[in-house]
């Protein structure tokens, strides 16, 4: 693949559709029988209690998972009717359309922040001309909303970023390997609420084009930033299952399931 290919057609977000996942840690089976849509450009919300799988099923949507030596999966996962898990189908091929940003910000601190931006390219063997990479660290540094605060310290090294700027980088950073889907694991949880205000207006300019799906705890944030709301739960010891899904408005206003009318009004978990 060469740039100006991808430059010419930036993918959309895709389809990404989850379909009776179960996971297992050894013989700990944690999820059961999850099946999730979640469409294209579309901001879906993964909620529910500590423990019940969220991360597990966030890191089954980009082949995470089996990064952990006891760990296994049942099920499916189709990135536009495509099985992620076929045996044609290359893991690092995944990882670049299905990229995942972290709770707590993880750039290369020595690194300039220029390099961080494009360290995911040189991991896939992307090749670019310095005009077509000053054109990439531009312009996916505007898209994650650090493009302002930066561009005059492009050399200086990302550890020296706040918290906050730390996480837009490592969104620019996921960013600039055009992935169709971002998974973002709690990505404010570190962040004082300023850094999460402008996350969540990253957010928000990337819907439509990129399909995310975010873990968080903070309902109020759910409510902001996601159209869509999955809310799991792990009873007693039991492996992690979706109760309800749906509209964030239904899910908030008028949940069908007493349990989630509970749990996203702060009942428990
Ligand atoms: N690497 C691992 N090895 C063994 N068990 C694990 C591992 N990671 C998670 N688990 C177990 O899988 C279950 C689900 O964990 P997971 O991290 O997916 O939950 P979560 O919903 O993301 O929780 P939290 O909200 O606290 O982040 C838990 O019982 C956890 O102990
Ligand atoms: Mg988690």
Not at 68 to 92: C, K
Not at 161 to 171: E, F, K, V, Y
Not at 201 to 211: F, P, Q, R, S, W
């Amino acid at each position: 693949m060469t740039l100006t290919e991808t430059q010419i057609a930036p993918p959309l977000g895709g389809t990404l559709d989850a379909r009776a996942i179960s996971a297992w840690f050894g013989d700990h089976k944690v999820l059961d029988r999850v099946s999730l849509a979640m469409p294209a450009g579309k901001v879906t919300a993964l909620i529910g209690p500590s423990g019940c799988g969220k991360s597990t099923f966030l890191r089954i949507l980009n082949r995470m998972h089996e990064l952990v030596p006891t760990a296994s999966l049942a099920g499916e996962v189709l990135l536009d009717d495509r099985d992620l898990y076929s045996a044609e189908r290359r893991v690092t091929d995944v990882r670049r359309q299905v990229g995942m940003v972290f709770q707590k910000p993880n750039p290369f601190p020595a690194m300039s922040i220029y390099d961080n931006v494009l360290a995911g390219l040189k991991l896939t063997g992307t090749r670019a001309s310095r005009s077509a990479r000053d054109g990439i660290v531009e312009e996916t540094l505007t898209r994650a909303g650090l493009w302002k605060e930066v561009r005059d310290r492009l050399r200086s090294p990302g550890g020296a970023l706040s918290g906050g700027q730390q996480q837009r980088l490592c969104i620019a950073r996921s960013l600039a390997v055009r992935p169709r889907v971002l998974l973002m694991d709690e990505p404010c949880s570190a962040l004082d609420p300023t850094s999460t205000r402008r996350i969540e207006e990253t957010i928000a300019e990337l819907a439509g084009e990129v399909t995310i799906v975010i873990v968080t705890h903070n309902m109020q944030q759910a409510a902001r930033v996601s159209d869509l709301c999955a809310f799991f739960l792990a009873a007693h010891g039991t492996p992690g299952v979706i109760v309800e899904h749906g509209p964030t408005d239904v899910m908030f206003d008028a949940p069908r399931d007493e349990r989630t009318n509970d749990y996203v009004n702060g009942r428990f978990g």
